[in-house]
Nanobody, 125 residues
Framework: EVQLVESGGGVVQAGGSLRLSCAAS????????IGWFRQAPGKEREGVSC????????TYADSVKGRFTISSDNAKKTVYLQMNSLQPEDTAIYYC??????????????????WGQGTQVTVAS
């Protein structure tokens, strides 16, 4: 059974940083794509970043390019999202998701079949 557990959320001042973790189990980590998504109150779920574990290729939403960095530690079966220069508009519940197929569009939530429970990120102005 695929399991994804996010951690690392919290409250931070604008301009601050957080690192989210997504611990994976129940599948062959190297064969999967792992994505980070977020959903703010009253808004649709938005793709933030994606990494293909097999080759390390990454994708970012324009809104986070240059501020967020996705990475993986294959030995720990964990994907990280380093978030710098956080702004109030980054406030959302952040979810990680996984799929064994290479997504045609990496930041589309429908491309991913397994989801974590989410972690809250709040950026205070």
């Amino acid at each position: 059974e695929v399991q994804l557990v996010e951690s690392g959320g919290g409250v931070v001042q604008a301009g601050g940083s957080l690192r989210l973790s997504c611990a994976a189990s129940g599948f062959t980590f190297e064969d999967y794509a792992i994505g980070w998504f977020r959903q703010a109150p009253g808004k649709e779920r938005e793709g933030v970043s994606c990494i293909l574990i097999s080759d390390g290729s990454v994708t970012y939403a324009d809104s986070v390019k240059g501020r967020f960095t996705i990475s993986s530690d294959n030995a720990k079966k964990t994907v990280y999202l380093q978030m710098n220069s956080l702004q109030p508009e980054d406030t959302a519940i952040y979810y990680c998701a996984a799929d064994e197929l290479v997504p045609a569009t990496p930041l589309r939530s429908v491309e991913f079949t397994s989801w974590g429970q989410g972690t809250q990120v709040t950026v205070a102005s």
